[in-house]
């Protein structure tokens, strides 16, 4: 029983560091002001808007 809770703290330890790194490459990847990229679009003449 013991072996037991111990392979089942470690399986959750080591997928739960997994899904954090997941999770936080997400919000990276999805919210662009998290890594200060805001691009600009300037085709019509006129204020430009930030995307």
Not at 18 to 44: N, P, V, Y
């Amino acid at each position: 029983m013991k072996r037991t809770r111990q392979l089942h703290l470690w399986i959750g330890l080591i997928c739960s560091v997994f899904i954090l790194i997941q999770s936080i490459t997400g919000l990276l990847l999805s919210e662009k002001w998290l890594t200060g990229s805001e691009e600009q679009i300037c085709d019509l003449p006129g204020p430009c808007l930030k995307v």
